[in-house]
Nanobody, 126 residues
Framework: QLQLVESGGGLVQPGGSLRLSCAAS????????IGWFRQVPGKEREAISC????????KYADSVKGRFTVSRDNAKNTVYLQMNSLKPEDTAVYYC???????????????????WGQGTQVTVSS
């Protein structure tokens, strides 16, 4: 059973940075694509980034492009989301998700992932 645990969230001032981690256990992530999502109460869940398995190709939502960077370290079975130049509108619960796909498959910016973490709160405020 694949388990995902997000960490690194917290309170940060506008313009600051945070790095979120998504640590996997139970199954190696080599054959999984990873997506990052965020959700504000009362609003739709938003896909913000994803990364493929072998090629490590990445995608970003327009709202975070140029500010966020997704990466993965398969040896550590961990995926990261580096968030820079944070804005108050980035405040949300952030989730990572995994889906088993062929090594050549691209990641997808949808919510159709089989495994999800518990989420970590990110609050951007003065």
């Amino acid at each position: 059973q694949l388990q995902l645990v997000e960490s690194g969230g917290g309170l940060v001032q506008p313009g600051g940075s945070l790095r979120l981690s998504c640590a996997a256990s139970g199954i190696p992530l080599d054959y999984y694509v990873i997506g990052w999502f965020r959700q504000v109460p009362g609003k739709e869940r938003e896909a913000i980034s994803c990364i493929s398995s072998r090629s490590m190709n990445t995608k970003y939502a327009d709202s975070v492009k140029g500010r966020f960077t997704v990466s993965r370290d398969n040896a550590k079975n961990t995926v990261y989301l580096q968030m820079n130049s944070l804005k108050p509108e980035d405040t949300a619960v952030y989730y990572c998700a995994a889906d088993r796909r062929p090594l050549q498959a691209m990641c997808v910016m949808t919510s159709e992932y089989d495994y999800w973490g518990q989420g970590t709160q990110v609050t951007v405020s003065s």
